[in-house]
């Protein structure tokens, strides 16, 4: 049975449950006395509970799950879905930027170039990776890996995990704002199929610098939103620790992204989230991948350009009164 | 005179809302009292300082076209709320509140119209209305002007003001970054200029997409711009903001912007631009 560091709120009864079953093994074990009925009744226990909780997570615990920091972040996809991963660095103008983690490499045969977001699990990692929020130079990094891929006919997948593109004099004086402007405007045209998959946490954004697809898969329990629940708390009930509520208010689950078009396809996650099950996860993102990236490949790039297009073309609810007298059009 | 012609359905007004009450306003930065009417006639900008007071769309619109060239188009559009969003207030409550204050039906004022005989097509963002946020309203109706300019084969311009995306439309106000950056690229292909002015104050979502986007990038002497706002990076990184920082001058010497063009002479201007970057037998 694992054991959990960190424990979210609404995931204490499983962890003394669990607590429990530990408790019975070391007794059995040392006292050599048959528990196992007692074992077995816990187990029962901890997969019901498991199911309980987890089968009705509300929209707030869905982002503490998609920011849990045993959560699978890009790089363990990556290891374990690409093969020959050459990871390239730098955006040719002024650093490298490790937050965002930019590569070649082979995804069961085909080539892709990857552009992943990354976060770190140590503290020193994760200042490293300046907590997967990128600087300009991220952006700016990406989009001449996907123009590279784009020139030989690459496709491109994208994993998408952060809070949002760092906040900062140095973002601003380089102009964070611009980089993310042009990612959106070029992934927008890019003559190859690309794949963006919302792992963890979808921010603003930081998340759609590196987000316009042809297809977006979101893992069950990631989330992705204009702004953070507690950003959105912060100015409109004027108190983060309405963050809750705002993540109530904002609808920002997987369930309602397919719902509203932002994606297309949920990547299923084991219950309680990917770290519960880390290869089941990386199958999981395999099989919708390759799944896609087939649909994809068939497409001349007009069809494949004019989708994408489509796509977001469409999104958006507004209401055009029919009794309004048009216009015509001048010229 | 109608100061420009406009469909029956049209909510421009040409009222100037965003003068303070009473005959006279203060000067910001000198202190001293401007007469209404002149600070009206120098396009709300403080004679002596040069501080640019905010203008709203349907004045920014009379001052940049020319007399009867405008033609608005969408005004029909309008903001419903597909999430049934509830802050402190609804959603649908605060679209009501705001529309009565402006008289807007949304945050953008988009239309077509000539700026000293050159066809444009335009889109004006108007603070006031729930902080120019972009929703899908704002996305659409300037997804449209582009779109527009697209088939015309004319200039488009935007005059951009906004805190950001429009929280209460969730994420699908997120998406119209993605709509109107789009947009623009088909824009680009078909190789017509598009003009960005940022005023004051332009962050976020909308200077993330668009209003980043421009073949040439103006702004408003003074006006904050950024992706964070200043408070936020101070909360976050607890850095000590150089001085001036966000501004319009600031963003100059960082070279994010070409120009700083003030109010007064940027009609001139996008004229000067667009006749060097277009020519009429470009039209459709």
Redesign the interface.
């Given at each position: 049975m694992e054991q959990f560091e960190f424990i979210l709120d609404f995931e204490k009864p499983l962890r003394d449950l669990e607590k429990q079953l530990r408790a019975l093994e070391t007794v059995s074990r040392e006292n050599r006395v048959d528990v196992q009925s007692e074992i077995d009744s816990i187990l029962e226990k901890i997969e019901a509970t498991k199911r309980t909780i987890y089968k009705n997570l509300t929209p707030w615990q869905k982002v503490q799950i998609a920011r849990h920091p045993k959560r699978l972040y890009s790089l363990d996809y990556i290891r374990s879905l690409i093969n020959n991963f050459q990871e390239l660095h730098g955006d040719r103008r002024f650093r490298d930027d490790p937050a965002m983690i930019c590569g070649t490499g082979r995804l069961e045969g085909h080539p892709v170039t990857v552009i992943a977001q990354q976060k770190g699990r140590k503290t020193k990692h994760k200042i490293l990776r300046n907590f997967g929020m990128p600087h300009p130079e991220g952006y700016r990094k990406a989009l001449r890996c996907m123009e590279m891929a784009e020139k030989f006919g690459i496709p491109i997948l994208c994993l998408i995990d952060t809070a949002g593109a760092a906040p900062g004099i140095g973002s601003e004086e380089r102009h964070v704002a611009e980089a993310i402007a042009v990612n959106i405007r070029q992934m927008s045209r890019l003559e190859v199929p690309i794949i963006a998959a919302v792992i963890g946490e979808g921010g603003s954004g930081g998340a759609l610098g590196i987000g316009v697809a042809d297809k977006v898969l979101v893992f069950e329990n990631s989330y992705y939103a204009t702004i953070s629940p507690e950003g959105c708390a912060a100015i409109l009930w004027k108190d983060r620790t309405h963050a809750k509520d705002a993540a109530e208010a904002m609808k920002l689950d997987a369930q309602e992204l397919i719902k509203f078009g932002v994606a297309d396809e949920i990547v299923e996650e084991p219950l309680g989230g990917t770290h519960r099950d880390p290869e089941k996860s990386v199958e999981n993102l395999r099989d919708a991948i390759l799944r896609n990236l087939q649909d994809l490949k068939g497409q001349d790039t007009d069809t494949l350009l004019e989708n994408r297009y489509q796509k977001y073309r469409n999104i958006g609810v507004y209401l055009e009164a029919e009794n309004f007298e048009s216009a015509s059009r001048i010229g | 005179m109608p100061l420009f012609s406009k469909?029956?359905?049209s909510t421009v007004t040409v009222k100037k809302k965003d003068i303070p009450q009473g005959l006279w306003t203060k000067d910001p930065i000198t202190g001293d009292l401007i007469y209404n009417k002149e600070l009206e006639q120098n396009l709300l900008v403080a004679p002596k300082s040069g501080y640019h007071f905010p203008m709203d769309a349907p004045t920014r619109i009379e001052s940049l076209l020319d007399e009867g060239t405008f033609?608005?188009?969408?005004?029909?559009?309008?903001?419903?709320d597909?999430?049934s969003?509830?802050?402190?207030k609804a959603y649908s409550d605060r679209l009501d509140t705001y529309r009565k204050k402006t008289k807007l039906t949304d945050a953008v004022i988009s239309g077509?119209g000539n700026i000293l005989d050159l066809?444009v097509e335009i889109s004006v963002m108007d603070f006031r209305f729930i902080g120019a946020s972009m929703?899908?309203?704002v996305?659409?109706k300037i997804?449209r002007s582009i779109e527009r300019a697209t088939d015309?084969k004319v200039p488009c311009v935007t005059i951009c003001a906004s805190g950001?995306?429009?929280?209460?439309?969730?994420?699908?106000?997120?998406?119209?970054?993605?709509?109107t950056?789009?947009?623009?690229?088909?824009l680009?292909?078909a190789k017509l200029p598009y003009l960005s002015v940022l005023t004051n104050p332009t962050y976020?979502?909308v200077?993330?997409?668009?209003?980043?986007?421009g073949d040439l990038i103006i702004a408003e002497p003074g006006a904050l711009i950024?992706?964070?706002g200043a408070r936020?990076?101070k909360e976050?990184?607890k850095?000590e903001?150089?001085k001036g920082?966000?501004t319009a001058e600031f963003?100059l010497e960082?070279?994010?912007i070409d120009q700083i063009v003030p109010r007064q002479e940027l009609r001139d201007r996008l004229k000067t631009f667009f006749s060097v970057l277009w020519s009429a037998e470009q039209?459709?």
């Open positions: - | 469909p029956k359905y033609k608005e188009w969408d005004a029909e559009l309008t903001s419903v597909p999430l969003f509830k802050d402190k077509s066809p929703g899908a309203v996305g659409e997804t015309r950001g995306a429009r929280m209460q439309e969730g994420i699908l106000s997120l998406m119209q970054m993605a709509k950056s789009a947009a623009l690229a088909r680009a292909k976020a979502g200077m993330a997409s668009f209003a980043s986007l950024g992706f964070a936020v990076i976050t990184t850095e903001l150089p920082f966000q963003l960082h070279g994010l039209a459709g």
